[in-house]
């Protein structure tokens, strides 16, 4: 696995362990190590076919057939896909933030298989069939419709139920995911070649709020540069460790139901560095001088490690004596 350094790793550790608010938006490079192609990796989907022909409202309407047939084709295919550790992570993630928001790109419903929660899906869904007259849509789960096309109860044509190029995203949607963005301390961003507008446009919307961003990606993107920290390899192998779901270390959810947090004097010296590096990040330019210059030479933290030696030997001692 490919990290810039681990320093990179445990940094952004400490920026989503402390967040109180985490916004995510994942594009089809989550779901690679399911087995679901990605569009513009080597072997992409808009490699080997025209997205003139088969994902525009003018293509369904020059030959609704051939467009069903790709349907069909990408319907078996992820059909046999499960969710990875990377969808794992997140939804385990979802478990111990009060606010989060995953928002993908993806029309695979990898991530509800997985069991997140609260999913914006910018480009629709996959499995959703839509009526190109009355609007009816309804769901159907079969890898394959045994009739192309399909036709919608009142007689019309029928329609997959994702967005094609030209279409606008569903308003609510796309302004949910604008909110949660905005409202959100961090933004994940996962698997996506971040060039497709308007989902791509979040990623800068959280730079101007003022949010952290953290990107998952083998490849340098135009993310990258925006990015506080880009983490470069597979989603499946980073989100477990970055999260922390590979560990056993206890949740917010645990707190909650009365199981004990990790205090202080239990973390380790680069939890305790993480720490202090994400509080850097948020007192930068609103804290006093002094309390930041003494955390950014790591000052507080020393005082606090002493002070946790001199109990621990303080306790050890009055053992001892008894
Ligand atoms: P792309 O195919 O454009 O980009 C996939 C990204 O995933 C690339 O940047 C890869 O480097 C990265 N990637 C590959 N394997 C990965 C892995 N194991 N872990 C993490 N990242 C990995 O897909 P999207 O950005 O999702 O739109 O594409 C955006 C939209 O363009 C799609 O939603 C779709 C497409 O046309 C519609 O269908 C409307």
């Known amino acids: 696995m490919e990290f810039d350094t681990n320093e990179d790793l445990h940094r952004a550790r400490g920026w989503i362990q402390f967040a109180g608010s985490i916004a995510v938006l994942t594009g089809a490079g989550i779901s690679a190590e399911s087995g679901v192609p990605t569009f513009r990796d080597a072997d992409g989907l808009w490699r080997n076919f025209r997205f003139e022909d088969l994902a525009t409202p003018e293509a369904f309407e020059r030959n609704p057939l051939l467009v069903w047939e790709w349907y069909n084709f990408r319907r078996e ?26 928002i993908t790109q993806n029309v695979d419903g990898l991530h509800e298989l997985a069991g997140s929660k609260n999913l914006l899906k910018l480009h629709g869904d996959i499995w959703q069939v839509r009526c190109t007259k009355c609007g009816a849509a309804w769901p159907d ?35 949910l995911a604008t909110q949660a963005v905005k409202s959100s301390e961090i933004l994940l961003v996962i698997g996506t070649s971040a060039i497709v507008y308007p989902a791509a446009g979040l990623i800068p919307l959280a730079k101007a709020h003022g949010r952290t961003v953290i990107e998952i990606n083998p490849d340098e993107t135009p993310c990258s540069d925006m990015a506080d920290c880009s983490l470069h390899g597979p989603a499946g192998e980073i989100l477990p460790r970055l999260v922390g779901s590979d560990s056993h270390r206890p949740k917010e959810s645990d707190a909650r139901s009365g199981a004990r947090m990790k205090t202080f004097a239990e973390m380790s010296a680069p939890e305790i560095r993480a720490m202090a590096a994400w509080l850097r990040s948020k007192l930068q330019g609103r804290a006093n001088p002094l309390v930041l210059s003494q955390l950014l030479d790591g000052e507080l933290v020393r005082r606090y490690l002493r002070g946790n030696e001199e109990r621990i030997s303080q306790g050890t001692r009055k053992e001892e004596e008894r």
């Open 77 to 102: 295919r992820i059909a046999k896909a499960q969710p990875n550790p990377g969808h794992m992570a997140l939804v385990e993630l979802e478990t111990r933030k009060s606010e989060f928001t995953l």
């Open 141 to 175: 789960r079969r890898p394959s419709l045994p009739e192309i096309p399909p036709h919608c109860l009142c007689g019309a044509l029928a329609r997959p139920g994702v967005v094609r190029f030209g279409e606008p995203l569903p308003k609510r949607v796309i302004d």
